[in-house]
């Protein structure tokens, strides 16, 4: 994507290349770690092996937050739930519950020393796209979009 980069001011030999999307802790493995966690996330919210999520909520793994040393992960979910009778807490608490099991097929999935612990969190992605919608209205905005 164009990141440029800029020497650590070391000898050539022994320089490295600090990329502005570096962050210290955020490496490779710590990004791959997530995805495969996404992955079987995602695998187990499709075979249903989840207990107690209500019927009609469609869950959507959305992202995977890893800890540096690998022993946390923040997965943030979002749903389209049928009934659209205001389950939300009730899918969350399904979810919370459900973090030993995923945890305990975490460690026999992944080839890991040891599993990260799983925290469930809401995506909030309607309430994004509320606020998007809201300040696009803004009259601040539509002046610079007439412009």
Do not use: C
């Not at 980069?5 to 997530?34: D, I, Q």
């Not at 075979?47 to 793994?61: C, D, K, M, S, Y």
């Not at 606020?131 to 412009?147: M, T």
């Amino acid at each position: 994507m164009g990141d440029s980069f800029k020497p650590t001011g070391k000898s050539k030999s022994k320089e490295k290349l600090l990329y502005k999307s570096h962050v210290p802790g955020k490496g490779v493995r710590p990004k791959r770690v997530a995805e495969t966690i996404r992955q079987a996330i995602s695998s187990l919210l499709v075979q249903g092996r989840v207990e107690n999520l209500p019927l009609g909520a469609f869950i959507t793994v959305g992202d995977v937050d890893v800890s540096p040393d690998l022993a946390q992960a923040a997965v943030y979910v979002s749903w389209f739930d049928e009934s659209k009778e205001g389950r939300e807490r009730l899918i969350m608490e399904a979810l919370r519950d459900a973090e030993p099991m995923v945890r305990n097929f975490l460690a026999q999935t992944l080839l890991l020393r040891r599993a990260p612990k799983v925290t469930f969190k809401y995506a909030g992605t309607q309430e994004r796209v509320e606020n998007i919608e809201a300040l696009f209205r803004s009259p601040v905005v539509q002046k610079d979009i007439k412009e």
